[in-house]
């Protein structure tokens, strides 16, 4: 059977008959780079025909149907559009950190990408902290909404950065307790031992109630800290109009853009990772028949149809639910996921060290 | 003056919100201050869409301007027909048909119902739920429908003339609404499934932008915004003009004072005009749609006031003629300019999420606060 | 123990009616027989407006290139933004009277809000609305028009 | 309290009270000195209790401008028009945007559009004109030579 992780060895092969190590590895290093620019420019164009074709069905529209086949092509024309613009820079703003914002949180979706398992065998760095990695980097986007927000000199821009710092760094709480939880199932924080551990079964079935509320939290959490509605109060643009990223334009609003999709994308292949085991596919115990033929499925396809189906759940949250206040936001995070994931770790290691799990 | 922008003395940061934005639905300017995120003080700036229309009308004949009025509520643009009609009809002295009575009301409900589906579907959107605004065109544009087979036009009828409609009823119409009121039926309960219901809009709508029922009586408040503190102020059922004394429906009020109260009467007003609707549409009798008039109209010297309940407020004409063809001196006592002076009154104290709500409960159309 | 059964029930009952919501949203998700959208200009064929409908004064004319207007001057007067604009001019009759006649149209649809005082107004029936409703032109003078045809005459009979 | 009743109570309130007849509804006509104690004790008075101040508007008679103030009462639904007649060179009243809140933007519109001083007043500004604009544009001598179209 040909999967992607032949190629990718085979690859390797060549390249270390030809070249030294060092070589080699800078080679590879520049491929992969390669790699994630296309992976970003081809999720960018996805995500975003992928969000305005669901917001249409469910508000009864079609949606974009006039460039290319089924206005398939709408994204390339929109970004055509963007790059073709002038990036305006306003008067008083900190030309250094207003310009540097849209790419430090660019770079930042970037790193997150490397311990993610794309399919078997498929994974830039299997760095033995990998989840430790991931919730380390992915605070670090704050820090770039931060920067676009207060280097704008504009009102809205510093409400809307100062909104999404406060709910990053809330949010963050929960979503890592719910990681947590899973970590203290497997023992490891590296993401190749999370996704074999769930060989005969994925987290989400395997780990009892304690790993669905957990799951629930994990999706509910990161739709926040992916300022997605009903979550987007750093957007809101019936309050703030466009909130941080108000006075960017262009390429540079562009990334923003980009770096919002990016980063569903990611989180999403993380709960896909941690609850519904990554490329793995779908095992029950023992039935070795119905494990063949699932097997027979590429990993790849599995991974990615996980994710996009997270991706799915997050804009259906979108196009159904009205925005929360900036209090009540903050109210659910520390009255109701803190406390709930608090006892549900608790829960979770009583399960993993009793091992009453499957 | 407006004020030197940037903060007050106290640090607050002083805001423009308008007149281009997003949730202002037109060019409605607010200067606000905030201390933080929370509301200091909310200052309307008006006039971007000032057309003067009073003047406008001292130089046109009664007949010519009821159309200008279409222009200034433009949701409920048969309604506001209706009231300069009838204030003309009260200085002719003329009694219309009663055919045209009742295709008056039905006109007027059908304007009502589209003009609280569009509220509604901005009203979500102003919360930050996108999907309900389509949802609610959909049903918006069937209304449409009949009202251009019926008037000639989708928004700005001009289809109320003194002494009665301009054209008869279409031949289709009755068919249709009730098509529509059966459709209509079905949607009105997804519209509390998606919206109402939802717990973070409730949470968003409840306890917010309290107004006392002594508070909205002072600030002039009318129409939903009033009955949604508790004051009776529906001048169908005060003072029943045209057939609205003959039908039986029920004058929604909603003690609770804050935007979900006023949210509710206007949810449930929407059933009550279905429920006109269903009286009225098997009932039209026979006969003349136009009482016979004058070419050119004169009123009588003397002053004349007509008042006729829009899906805003109290909508008032005052004429005062000096008994030529054009009036003296005409004002329109628009219900979005008193309801918009309690504005600031509601959102003190608020966050800025809570005045787009405000906002959107107040259901602002602004080229009738400016005129 | 009675606040946590609140608690609990807070949460659950918040989650029926988000998922009330969510269900339907699916619900237009799934039935795509349910979207409304028109494709203009592509269904400029089968689009039918109905004959009511407002969209700007034309004035008719027969086989015989006549038309009824008598130059009265009705419209003009009952338009309230000067939209139409009567020029007069006086013809001899077989009969060697002079009588008033229509010599130009004008109609500023740029001025024009549909309101159809005018049609009303009109004792002849002379104009009416058409359903044109698509007006864009590049230049703004195309929009003021002559109605009566070229070398078009008042119908024998009316008055 | 019917039409005659609320003459008659007026008619206790006020030394000589003009009454204008043929009207829809009572009309009162009012010097403007007793002006603002009386609206204070129409709002207040027990059997009166006119709570709810529905149109402010001012008329422009050439010689003298009119205040004209229709009020109505929430609780006893009788409804009174009082006229208050300003000088036409000076036009000052004193505000009543302090009994009925509602006042407070109808009085800054009348400033705006007629030039009427409302003395008191927490607030009067241009409301729907730009600050520097020049004149009272509700006038009848008022002449725009840009702004205003003559068909």
Redesign the interface.
């Known amino acids: 059977m040909l999967s992607i992780e032949n190629i990718t060895h085979s690859i390797d092969a060549w390249l270390n008959g030809k070249f030294s190590p060092t070589v080699v590895l800078l080679l590879e290093s520049v491929i992969v780079g390669l790699c994630v620019i296309g992976l970003f420019a081809v999720l960018g164009l996805v995500l975003v025909l992928m969000e305005r074709k669901v917001s249409a069905y469910m508000q009864v529209r079609l949606g974009p149907n006039r460039v290319g086949p089924a206005g398939t092509l709408q994204t390339v024309a929109d970004t055509l559009k963007l790059a073709m613009k002038e990036g305006l820079t306003p008067d008083g703003a900190d030309k250094l950190l207003f310009n540097l914002a849209p790419f430090l949180v660019i770079v930042v979706a970037m790193m997150i990408l490397a311990p993610v398992a794309f399919a078997k065998g498929i994974q830039i760095w299997d760095i033995n902290i990998g989840v430790l990695y991931i919730t380390a980097i992915s605070s670090l986007s704050v820090v770039g909404v931060l920067m676009a927000g207060w280097a704008s000199n504009n009102k809205y821009s510093l409400l809307g950065a100062m909104r999404s710092g406060a709910q990053i760094v809330s949010y963050e709480l929960s979503a890592g307790m719910s990681v947590i939880s899973i970590v203290v199932l497997t023992g490891s924080l590296r993401i190749s031992d999370i996704i074999t551990s769930q060989q005969d079964g994925w987290w989400l079935f395997k780990g009892h109630i304690p790993a669905m509320i957990s799951f629930i939290i994990f999706i509910i959490a990161v739709t926040a800290e992916t300022n997605r509605a009903p979550f987007d109060l750093a957007e809101a643009e019936s309050e703030l109009t466009a909130g941080f990223h108000t006075e960017y334009s262009g390429m540079r609003f562009a990334l923003f853009f980009l770096a919002e999709y990016v980063n569903v994308f990611i989180v999403c292949a993380i709960a896909a990772t941690l609850f519904l085991g990554g490329w793995m596919p779908l095992h029950i115990g023992h039935w070795a028949g119905f494990n063949r033929v699932m097997d027979y499925i590429p990993s790849s396809l599995w991974f990615m149809g996980k994710t996009f189906f997270l991706i799915f759940v997050i804009m259906w949250f979108r196009w159904t639910f009205p925005r929360l206040r900036i209090d009540q936001l903050l109210n659910l995070e520390w009255k109701y996921l803190l406390p709930m994931s608090m006892v549900n770790l608790l829960l979770m290691t009583v399960i993993s060290i009793e091992g009453w799990h499957f | 003056m407006i004020e030197e922008l940037g903060t007050t003395e106290q640090g607050d940061l002083v805001i423009n919100l308008g007149p281009q934005h997003p949730s202002t639905h037109g060019v409605l300017h607010l200067v606000i201050t905030l201390s933080g995120e929370t509301i200091r003080k909310v200052e309307p700036h008006l006039g971007y869409i000032h057309r003067s229309i009073e003047k406008m009308c001292e130089s046109l004949s009664y007949r010519q301007f009821i159309y200008v009025t279409s222009r200034m509520d433009y949701l409920s643009s048969h309604i506001n027909n209706h009231g300069c009609a009838l204030c003309v009809e009260k200085g002719l002295q003329i009694e219309i048909p009663e055919r045209a009575k009742v295709i008056r009301v039905l006109m007027d409900e059908l304007t009502r119902l589209a003009s609280h589906q569009l509220w509604w579907g901005a009203m979500a959107m102003d919360v930050g739920a996108l999907t309900p605004f389509f949802h609610a065109f959909r049903e918006r544009e069937s209304i449409n429908d009949i009202m251009e087979e019926t008037c000639g036009a989708r928004l700005t009828m001009n289809y109320m003339v003194p002494g009665g409609v301009m054209a008869d009823i279409h031949p289709n119409f009755q068919k249709k609404v009730k098509e529509f009121v059966r459709y209509f039926n079905t949607k009105i309960d997804e519209y509390d499934e998606l919206v109402t219901d939802n717990i973070i809009f409730k949470s968003r709508m409840k306890g917010i932008g309290y107004l006392s029922p002594e508070s909205a009586v002072s600030y002039g408040c009318t129409g939903p915004t009033a009955r949604g503190s508790g004051v009776s102020c529906d001048i169908r059922k005060l003072y029943p003009y045209e057939v609205y004394g003959r039908v039986s429906f029920e004058e929604v009020i909603d003690g609770g004072g804050d935007c979900f109260a006023r949210y509710n009467v206007r949810m449930q007003e929407m059933r009550q005009s279905v429920s006109i609707i269903e009286q009225l549409i098997d009932n039209i009798p026979e006969g003349e749609f136009q009482a016979k008039t004058k070419a050119v109209l004169k009123l009588p010297k003397g002053e004349f006031y007509s008042r006729v309940e829009t899906a805003r407020g109290e909508f008032g004409v005052y004429i005062i003629s000096e008994g030529g063809t054009t009036p003296y001196r005409i004002k329109f006592r628009s219900p979005g300019f008193s309801n918009l002076s309690a504005l600031d009154h509601m959102a003190r104290g608020h966050k800025i999420g809570d005045l787009v709500a405000i906002m959107g409960t107040l259901d602002l159309v602004i080229p009738d606060i400016d005129r | 123990m009675a606040f946590l059964k609140k608690y609990i029930s807070d949460v659950l009952g918040a989650a029926r009616s988000l998922l009330k919501g969510m269900r339907l949203t699916g619900y237009y998700f799934t039935h795509h027989k349910e979207i409304i959208t028109q494709q203009y200009p592509d269904n400029r064929e089968e689009m039918k407006l109905p004959e009511r409908f407002r969209g700007e004064v034309v004035m008719l004319h027969d086989a015989r290139n006549e038309h009824a207007c008598t130059g009265c001057t009705a419209c003009e007067l009952a338009c309230p933004n000067g939209t139409i604009k009567i020029i007069t001019k006086f013809e001899t009759t077989p009969e060697g009277k002079k009588k008033k006649a229509l010599d130009t149209f004008i109609y500023h649809l740029e001025l024009c809000t549909m309101c159809n005082l005018c049609i009303e107004a009109c004792p002849t029936d002379a104009i009416k609305m058409a359903q044109n409703f698509e007006h864009s032109v590049y230049d703004r003078s195309k929009l003021t028009k002559k109605l009566n045809n070229p070398g078009s005459k008042i119908r024998e009979g009316v008055e | 309290m019917n039409k005659e009743e609320l003459k008659a109570r007026l008619e206790e309130m006020l030394p000589s009270p003009s009454f204008e007849e043929?009207?829809?509804?009572t009309t009162v006509l009012l010097d403007k000195g007793v002006w603002e104690g009386f609206a204070r004790e129409m709002r207040s008075a027990e059997t009166l209790e006119f709570?709810?101040?529905?149109?402010v508007?001012a008329?422009?008679w050439r010689t003298h401008f009119t205040m004209?103030y229709?009020l109505t009462s929430?609780t006893r639904?009788h409804m009174l028009v009082v006229k208050v007649r300003l000088d036409h060179d000076e036009p000052v009243i004193r505000t009543v945007s302090d009994i009925?809140?509602?006042a407070?933007?109808?009085e800054r519109?009348a400033f705006d559009?007629f030039g009427v001083v409302f003395t008191g007043h927490p607030d009067l500004?241009?409301?729907?004109?730009?600050?520097e604009w020049q004149g009272w544009?509700?006038r009848k001598d008022y002449e725009d030579p840009v702004n205003?179209i003559?068909?």
């Open positions: 043929g009207a829809e509804w709570d709810y101040l529905f149109c508007t008329v422009d004209v229709h929430t639904r009925w809140r509602t407070e933007f109808h519109e559009l500004r241009r409301l729907f004109m730009t600050d544009p509700l205003m003559k068909l």
